[in-house]
């Protein structure tokens, strides 16, 4: 049955960001793992700013509000737990809150669930794992607190929930068990959490299905009809929105608007195929010159259209990118909303995607240059234009005018700023030849390099960082204050790194690394020394749990100024006889990791950074540095969501590594790291980089990459992480002992490398220093 809907709503977003515009949240969940506060304070900061987001998101004009996006460490956890689906080895934990961060860090004795991506951005999520023994049992007490706690405050909440086919697709299937095999298990729990929330007054809920912008098969698109006609045909329920985002829903949309749904929110911003992220032909982003022009297909107003079932339903239009920091092209999305409007029952203006991906405020930038900063948009400022739509759309442009001139003026101004086009960068790349990005056969390298470096079997190294003590915090403040001189920072940065080396020497690894004091970030420490790029000063946003970045964005054509790294390297090679690692960051993870330009395609942007890193690697082997690693965690972050848009990606991504790596000699090995990825779809690519040493997270899932590093015919280096450095639990020498002799099942020892599973800056020095150690003991046992 259809709700009869007396109350559809017109301006909204479909999410928003949970860590504290200043970082509260973290601070907070981080003293309670420390034992400084208690689980009563903890929550006291929670509801503080749950109560101020609500507020603040009904005084900016929003007459929808979602709720239920709070959490502690990640939604798709807070599913988990909604649905009792939590994993046995943490049932015993009796507090459910130290239950609930177990599951998410592990313990000293409990391992944690596995992290990856979400979909294609740089939020990770924990996986969920489902088996057939998986007993599914409706825990809604904090989604209904929230909404009892919204409509206190006078809010029009909508509460939020992860919907079952995404949750159930995006889970981990465990004993052969398809987690989407049991769905007709876990489908109840909906039913009956839809009549809770009504009976609590919620007037809508909205069910989160990004993974319908996914290719769907036909049994899947099958059991999306049977799950929604289910849900819709309830008597005692909200009204439906069933949010998509990410891209396009394609055949899901009209299978999705036969259900008798009330609503369905679908991005109009991002797609995944032809866009200006994903795109290698240059032409697929110039519409009209404008920047704004190139934000992506996504959903298009002829998809609406085509849909005449949607001509009853409520379409929250998704005009506003969620996911980037550029401002809106006004008069661009009015014509898209205007044209919608002749398609929809009801049409609501929205954000493309939760507000997660994006920081707060602008508010907080007062150093941006005036121009700059006219051309941003943040997640406060993202808010202030769905309402200047929504109010555009319902009383007319004169509403707004003063708005749209603002806007337009923007727009002109970025367009036409000289600083975005570097002739001189575009003239070398177009200079290039196909070899700039081919190095000799790997057997003839691998000969050179193992006469120079003369390392023993199953070499020991680290990721490349080293906790971020509070001395090394303190500098950095000191230095932005102006309390210390540059020289001053400098020589404390020294000083950490010699401490570094030191402590590797002592522990006997066999590659060491300089441990990056003086590095804030993997891929701002780049942006700020290289021309096209800007920093903020407080655009936090949420990793995963309290780890928070602080993305660069860039804006123009990339220029390296002057050497980067060299001189930090090459103090610390100084002080050791054994190699160590120069440490730079791949082309893909630099702008997965930043806010992009959008005016022209990825792929053109991705062969500037690669110039700029080639140049640095080339600076590094002339300073005598024998190992480079050049990182690409976010190899499969950037991956298109649909099969289509994948390969051109891959070619693009793997060119431009390639283009970054290949300007040494064959006797300096290339090292590059990838972690917390599903690397199944990617392997082929990895092959394909050509690196020497390819280091790949792989303690949470138990050493499975390799299998399918095997399967795609990999026959160069690798080093599987043996232990997981996302928890603070120290792993014993048995342990690491055995995840090694697992490798060698499927790596003969001649190619296998042994290392943690990431880099170690969020790590304590004590537990670092005893993990390592019991690395180093299980490689010479096994050796």
Not at 349 to 370: A, C, K, M, N
Not at 464 to 484: N, V
């Amino acid at each position: 049955m259809t709700v009869t809907v007396h109350n559809p709503f017109t301006a909204t977003v479909l999410g928003i960001p949970r860590i504290g515009p200043r970082r509260e949240l973290k601070r907070a969940t981080e003293s309670y793992w420390a034992g400084r506060i208690d689980a009563a304070a903890l929550h006291a900061t929670g509801r503080e700013l749950r109560t101020r987001q609500l507020t603040d998101l009904v005084a900016a004009g929003l007459d929808s509000v979602p709720v239920g996006t709070f959490s502690y460490y990640d939604q798709m956890l807070d599913t988990a737990v909604m649905v009792g689906a939590l994993p046995p080895r943490v049932t015993g934990i009796a507090d459910p809150l130290d239950r609930y961060f177990a599951a998410a860090r592990g313990t000293d004795t409990v391992e944690p669930l596995e992290m990856t991506k979400w979909f294609d951005t740089n939020y990770h999520y924990l996986v969920p794992e489902i088996g057939p023994d998986t007993a599914f049992t409706l825990h809604a007490d904090k989604l209904l607190d929230e909404l009892r706690e919204a409509r206190d405050l006078g809010v029009p909440a909508r509460p939020v929930v992860i919907g079952p086919l995404t949750f159930l697709k995006l889970s981990k299937g465990l004993d052969g068990i398809a987690p989407l095999d049991r769905l007709t298990d876990l489908l109840p729990l909906y039913r009956d959490l839809l009549g809770l929330l009504a009976a609590a007054g919620a007037d809508w809920v909205q069910i989160d299905e990004p993974a319908l912008v996914t290719d769907l098969t036909d049994a899947e698109l099958a059991l999306m009809r049977r799950t929604y006609a289910d849900l819709a045909g309830l008597s005692q329920r909200p009204a439906i929105l069933v949010a998509t985002y990410f891209g396009r829903p394609g055949a899901a949309l009209p299978a999705l608007a036969d259900m008798g749904v009330e609503g369905i929110a679908l991005d109009f911003v991002s797609g995944n195929s032809g866009d200006a992220r994903h795109s290698g032909n240059p032409g697929d982003a110039q519409h009209s010159g404008n920047p704004g022009d190139a934000q992506g297909s996504g959903t298009t107003v002829a998809d609406v259209a085509a849909v005449p079932a949607l001509a009853d339903k409520l379409v929250v239009a998704g005009v506003v990118d969620g996911r980037n920091i550029w401002r809106t092209d006004l008069d661009r999305a009015l014509a898209s909303l205007g044209t919608l409007l002749g398609s929809a029952g009801a049409l609501a203006v929205s954000t493309s995607s939760s507000l997660l991906h994006v920081p707060y405020s602008l508010e907080g930038e007062t150093e941006l240059d005036p121009a700059l900063r006219s051309w941003l948009a943040f997640g406060e400022e993202k808010i202030a234009e769905v309402r200047l739509l929504a109010t555009a759309l319902h009383e007319g442009t004169d509403a707004i005018a003063g708005e749209l001139s603002t806007a337009r003026a923007a727009l002109a101004s970025r367009s036409a700023d000289p600083r975005l086009r570097d002739e001189a960068v575009r003239a070398r790349l177009a200079a290039l030849g196909d070899d700039a990005a081919r190095r000799s056969p790997a057997e003839e390298r691998r000969a050179l390099q193992r006469e120079r470096l003369r390392l023993p079997l199953l070499p020991t190294t680290t990721i490349g960082s080293y906790p971020q003590t509070s001395a090394i915090r303190q500098a950095r403040a000191a230095l932005r204050k102006g309390e210390i001189t540059a020289a001053q920072y400098d020589e404390r940065m020294r000083s950490e790194i010699a401490d570094v080396v030191a402590l590797q020497e002592k522990l006997g690894l066999d590659v060491l690394v300089h441990g990056e004091p003086e590095r804030n970030d993997m891929v701002q420490y780049f942006a700020e020394q290289l021309d096209g790029f800007f920093a903020t000063a407080n655009g936090w946003v949420q990793s995963y749990g309290t780890r928070c970045v602080r993305p660069p964005i860039l804006y123009g054509d990339v220029v390296r100024r002057a050497p980067m790294t060299v001189e930090w390297i090459g103090y610390a090679q100084s002080l050791t006889d054994k190699p160590v690692k120069g440490m730079l960051t791949g082309p893909v993870t630099i702008l997965a990791w930043s806010f992009v330009r959008d005016d022209q395609p990825l792929a053109d942007t991705a062969r500037q950074v690669a110039l700029a890193i080639r140049d640095e690697t080339v600076d590094l082997q002339d300073a005598g540095i024998r190992i480079v690693q050049v990182d690409e965690p976010a190899l499969r972050e950037l991956l298109p969501l649909r099969a289509n848009a994948k390969q051109a990606y891959l070619d693009w991504a793997v060119t431009a590594f390639r283009l970054a790596t290949s300007g040494v000699s064959d006797a300096t090995q290339i090292h590059t790291h990838l972690c917390y990825s599903e690397f199944g779809e990617v392997i082929g690519a990895i092959a394909d980089l050509d690196a020497d040493v390819t280091s790949i997270e792989a303690a949470r899932s138990h050493m499975e990459v390799l299998d399918d590093l095997n399967a795609a015919g990999f026959h160069l280096g690798v080093g599987p992480g043996v232990y997981d450095i996302h928890s603070p639990r120290v792993p014993s020498v048995e342990e690491i002992t055995a995840s090694l002799r697992s490798a060698l099942k499927a790596v003969p020892a001649e190619r296998l490398w042994v290392n943690p599973d990431c880099g170690l800056k969020t790590r304590g020095p004590a537990e670092v220093e005893a993990s390592l150690h019991n690395m180093v003991t299980a490689a010479r046992a096994v050796r």
